[in-house]
């Protein structure tokens, strides 16, 4: 069946840093292109990065270009989500995300395509 499941997330305050891990059970992450979904209170999911399943290439939405950092452990069968200098805006309930399909962007923002599975997701709150 396959089953991600996401940890990490916390409260940091603004500048801080989080890792996002993302650990794959029962299927094997290096066959799908992965990444990073965000929904923020009152507003709908958005694409913060993706990566792809051939040759590695990424792409991270523009406000977060800089700050964050994509990769994936093939050995550990595991995705993060490197967060820096993190600022209250990017609060929110971060989702990692798997899909057979490209890792793309569309009107600057992240896209996978033909999505196969999704995480239970990981609150992130950046406040002082």
């Known amino acids: 069946q396959g089953q991600l499941v996401e940890s990490g997330g916390g409260l940091v305050q603004p500048g801080g840093s989080l890792r996002l891990s993302c650990a794959a059970s029962?299927?094997?992450?290096?066959?799908?292109?992965i990444g990073w979904v965000r929904q923020a209170p009152g507003k709908e999911r958005e694409g913060v990065s993706c990566?792809?399943?051939?040759?590695?290439?990424?792409h991270y939405l523009d406000s977060v270009k800089g700050r964050f950092t994509i990769s994936r452990d093939n050995a550990k069968n595991t995705m993060y989500l490197q967060m820096d200098n993190l600022a209250p805006e990017d609060t929110g309930v971060y989702f990692c995300?798997?899909?057979?399909?490209?890792?793309?962007?569309?009107?600057?923002?992240?896209?996978?395509?033909?999505?196969?599975?999704w995480g239970q997701g990981t609150l992130v709150t950046v406040s002082s």
């Open positions: 995300a798997i899909a057979t399909g490209v890792c793309t962007v569309e009107s600057g923002i992240p896209v996978l395509k033909h999505l196969e599975r």
């Open positions: 029962g299927l094997t992450l290096v066959n799908y292109a």
């Open positions: 990566l792809s399943s051939t040759d590695d290439a990424t």
